[in-house]
């Protein structure tokens, strides 16, 4: 499969490991929103979170973790943002799942994506629309 981030895994391609665990990779974004944004992949192909499986999803929450933990004690981040750009409609250039963490310092002005209001009775019909059960 000609997938960069599977060619990262298997070797083939040079990246920056974070972190290494059978299931999982974190390295670092080659190009990144501050230094120290790392990408956490899961070894096996999925294209994104529902393609994969529950248990492939823990093992990369946990990788997660442990990648933001080491942000914030070693780099000494005072937060960080998970972010998924989940299909290309989001954003997603890789078609290989694989979760954003970027390290925030206080104060560093990055500014996250703009909000609004909504309109009287539009929560209601969203909420109605994407309730699940
Ligand atoms: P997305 O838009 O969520 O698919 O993000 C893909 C990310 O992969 C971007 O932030 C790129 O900078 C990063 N990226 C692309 N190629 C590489 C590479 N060879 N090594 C590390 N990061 C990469
Ligand atoms: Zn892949």
Redesign the pocket.
């Known amino acids: 499969m000609n997938c960069?981030f599977c060619k990262?895994i298997a070797g083939e391609?040079p990246?920056y490991k974070v972190y290494e665990d059978e299931d999982t990779l974190a390295?670092?974004?080659?190009?990144p929103v501050h230094p120290g944004h790392t990408?956490v992949v899961p070894k096996k192909h999925y294209a994104n979170i529902e393609e994969a499986d529950e248990a492939t999803l823990c093992q990369v929450i946990k990788t997660v973790k442990k990648v933001g933990l080491s942000l914030k004690n070693k780099l000494g981040a005072s937060g960080y943002n998970v972010q998924v750009?989940n299909d290309p409609a989001s954003?997603?250039?890789?078609p290989h799942l694989?979760f954003?963490l970027v390290p925030r310092m206080a104060d560093d002005g990055l500014k996250l994506w703009p909000q609004r209001a909504y309109q009287p009775g539009q929560a209601e019909e969203v909420m109605k629309k994407i309730k699940i059960n």
């Open positions: 960069i990262i391609i990246s390295f670092l974004d080659i190009n990408l750009n954003g997603q250039l890789v694989h954003h």
